[in-house]
């Protein structure tokens, strides 16, 4: 495999430093409009990336749940691995990529815990199946099988046979509050559009045009 010569043009689109929004969250709001209008597969994933007590960053896909000027959300096990490295350093990166249109977007921010109240309005809307896995999996814990998961999923469809599914305590989510993003778009002769913009204050930001 000659990984060394495999390369194409970007040719999508530019990115203007006059035309794009004074705000990064409607921004960020048109390009993955644009994205699912794409039809790009998993438009809301991102690349959350966090670090360990140790220093040693670990990265892995989720998914986008919410975003508005507070910041953007997503859901996850409390006792996963992210969790447990949020816990010990709160700073955090997402990353969307939407290669079919040449886009990539990355946001540094601020993961805090999201309230019961609004962890439980979202985990109501999960499909059924969904709920149960929530309660089957110890995420990020060894497990001697895949038959071992699947026992403990259908354990949990029996515990819940006759009723509402509740929220498991170890299950909730997180609103990363953005101070950076950056908006990339791949250019001809590897002249790309990348802008940044930077939190000012609370309704204010900065934007400038950076090198390639």
Known sequence: MDLANQRREYR??????????KDPLPQLLSWLDQAQAAQIVDASAMTL???????????????????????LVFYTNLASSKAKDISVNNQVCLHFAWLQQDRQVRVQGVANRLSTTQVLHYFLTRPRNSQLSAWASEQSRVLQSREVLIQ???QMKQKFKDGKIPLPAHWG???????RFEFWQGGNDRLHDRLVYRRQSDHAWSIERLAP
Do not use: F, H, W
């Open 49 to 71: 990336s966090t670090v360990d007590e140790q220093g040693m960053p670990s990265s892995r896909t989720v998914l986008l749940k919410g975003i508005d000027q507070k910041g």
């Open 173 to 179: 989510g997180y609103c990363v509050t953005p101070i």
């Open 12 to 21: 999508y689109a530019n990115l203007d430093l006059e035309q794009a929004n």
């Open 152 to 154: 403990q999923y259908e």
